[in-house]
């Protein structure tokens, strides 16, 4: 795909792709419905059946081109994620049914060849009804790929990728080191959070350990920048609210910190939910907590980063994804249960200094 890429100047080859599906699977049925009204003559029959074959190899070939194109994109907003999500099961579904099709009219043609005193008339129409549904696929895929670069910016410019977000609001609610105002609000549920070393008062408010969790967590009272927190053990930090389809992001300061860190989402008062871990052995996971036992959905080593490392987790349906320094780093599949709460996941011991943290919801329209 690289080689391919370097003969355009477009971002990713997908969308000098995805046109031709989109146009041959339209035309494959037109000169298919042809051949029914002129059975007497062969050509729009031969051709149809070449172009189900061109239709299918050109869904697969955006298909795959799409993959590589999305899993090479930045951040993005989590509304976008949920697009991208939808695309992309779309997308699969629209492949899988073109192939099918292709496959029935090529099986249609060999029997042909055998028995040249049959027409194979009940594949012919059994492919034309999966070439319609694909058709149709066809349609629904590309309304939201359009969505994607139209309304969201998705892969058009880097200033476009996260939209504005909604109007936003001050929390009106201030402790003794006037944390309050650091935390922003915004009109979709979701927050942004740029604590300081003075915002002690936030811990147990905006910031609150799971119970049950035998770990210690203090505030460090020394200056720094953003809020510093002492822990040993094993804890979740839980932020306010519960969210399910969502992009959680957190900034952090580790350089005091050994062990594993964290993003979770979707836990539950018992510990379970989705974590996003970067291991203490340079590795990041993706892993389903479910009664005290994890499974892997995804995992890989971790990329370079400084003391101060940024990451991101998002959930869009079945889609789950761990970001790090603004870089996709693993993309994993499965249920993640409920809306729960979200937060960092720590196990170690040291000092960690919460820079920013944030959740933005997605909003459907």
Not at 2 to 15: C, E, G, K, R, W
């Amino acid at each position: 795909m690289d080689f391919l890429s370097s003969f355009t100047s477009l971002p990713n080859i997908h969308p000098a792709l995805v046109h031709f599906p989109i146009a041959l699977a339209f035309t494959a049925l037109l000169f298919e419905l042809l051949s029914l009204i002129m059975p007497r003559r062969k050509w729009p029959e031969n051709l149809a059946a070449v172009l189900y074959a061109l239709a299918a190899t050109g869904a697969l070939a955006a298909y795959f081109a799409g993959r590589e194109a999305a899993e090479g994109l930045k951040t993005i907003s989590a509304e976008a994620e949920m697009v991208l999500a939808r695309h992309a099961d779309l997308a699969l579904w629209t492949t899988v049914v073109l192939v099918c099709a292709a496959l029935l009219r090529t099986l249609a043609v060999a029997l042909k060849a055998r028995n040249p005193e049959k027409r194979m008339g009940v594949l012919r129409i059994l492919a034309l009804l999966v070439m319609i549904s694909g058709a149709g696929l066809v349609a629904l895929t590309a309304d939201l790929g359009g969505a994607l670069v139209f309304r969201h910016g998705v892969a058009v410019a880097s200033e476009r990728i996260v939209p504005d977000k909604p109007e936003a609001s001050i929390s009106p609610k201030t402790g003794a080191d006037d944390f309050g105002k650091r935390l922003v609000k915004s009109a979709d549920g979701g927050f942004e959070w740029h604590p300081t070393a003075s915002d002690g008062a936030a811990l147990g408010t905006v910031i609150t350990p799971l119970s049950g969790k035998e770990a210690s967590v203090a505030v460090v009272p020394e200056p720094g920048v953003g809020l510093g927190l002492d822990i040993t053990g094993e804890s979740f930090l839980l932020l306010p609210g519960k969210f399910d389809n969502a992009t959680l992001d957190a900034q952090l300061d580790l350089t005091g910190f050994k062990g594993t860190v964290g993003l979770a989402h979707h836990l539950t008062a018992q510990g379970d939910g989705v974590l996003f871990i970067l291991s203490a052995r340079k590795r990041v996971s993706l892993e389903r907590r479910y009664s005290g036992k994890d499974k892997v959905l995804d995992k890989a080593p971790a990329p370079p980063s400084g003391a101060v490392v940024s990451l991101r987790t998002t959930k869009a349906g079945h889609h789950l994804k761990g970001f790090v320094d603004g870089k996709l780093v693993l993309h994993g599949h499965g249920a993640s249960g409920d809306a729960g709460r979200s937060g960092l996941y720590v196990n170690g011991r040291g000092v960690i200094r919460i820079i920013s943290m944030g959740v933005n919801p997605a909003v459907r329209h």
